[in-house]
């Protein structure tokens, strides 16, 4: 990734800018809506441990060390993915999201959780980091 | 109803908060998937070049453009690729959740 952005510089134009966007590397979680209230089902694991977030924070650390960027401004949002149930976004994410792990524990907390109050909404929460930065030339 | 991805928007205002100056400019979109951060940005700029690697995700993208969203290039590339043989120089680069 660090060659990436390197080549990402030298497509920019001066007075331009980099936006960045990706998971801030916190695990996701998995949440139950229950009218006002929330419950928290679980962590979404995957079978790598998230390293990749960790290897493009690295590569954008090196490439601002080097000088080829600079921090304008960021920020976090978060960022959510609805499903009718929990079996629907596992399904979702069995198809999508190739190396996403969703242990045994967590399956059960859902299950419980449907028993308790009926099959009802779950969503997929992340932290998402965004930053504008600025090519130096 | 099926899965929704953001119906919050959370990203787009994260994304214009960030960043208010995009009337006009070309943008170098990279990693845009089935287009759904692109469409949401796509009208307020001159030009957007959006990547993506994925064969079936990119073909996604080509099926669900909107009409209104013809200025749009949609390329089913990798960034590397792109990068060798590219002369073109952008105004803003995405590196759209592009890990």
């Known amino acids: ?137 | 109803m099926p899965i929704l991805k953001d119906p919050e928007k959370n990203e787009i205002k994260a994304l214009f908060d960030l960043y208010d100056h995009w009337a006009g400019k070309s943008v170098l979109e990279i990693g845009s998937g089935d287009g759904r951060l692109t469409w949401r940005y796509a009208n307020i700029v001159a030009r957007v070049l959006a990547l993506e690697p994925d064969k079936e995700t990119h073909a996604a993208a080509l099926k669900d453009r909107p009409s209104e969203m013809e200025h749009v290039q949609l390329l089913n590339l990798g960034f590397d690729e792109f990068a060798r043989k590219n002369k073109e120089r952008f105004d803003l680069a995405l590196l759209s959740w592009s890990l």
């Open chain 1, 1 to 137: 990734m660090v060659h990436a952005l390197r080549e990402i510089h030298k497509l920019l134009k001066p007075s331009s800018f980099l936006i960045d966007i990706r998971p801030n590397g916190e695990l996701v979680e998995f949440i139950r809506p229950h009218g006002e209230e929330e419950f928290f089902i679980g962590h979404m694991h995957e079978t790598d441990d998230y390293i990749e977030y960790f290897q493009a924070e690295a590569a954008m650390q090196k490439v601002l060390a080097e000088g080829l960027f600079k921090i304008e401004k960021a920020g976090e949002f978060t960022f959510q993915v609805h499903a009718d149930s929990f079996l629907e976004l596992k399904n979702f994410l069995d198809e999508n999201w190739s190396d996403s792990l969703i242990t045994e524990e967590v399956i059960a907390e859902a299950k419980r959780l449907d028993d308790a109050h009926e099959v009802g909404k779950v969503i997929l929460r992340e932290r998402v980091y965004i930053k504008l930065l600025l090519p130096v030339f």
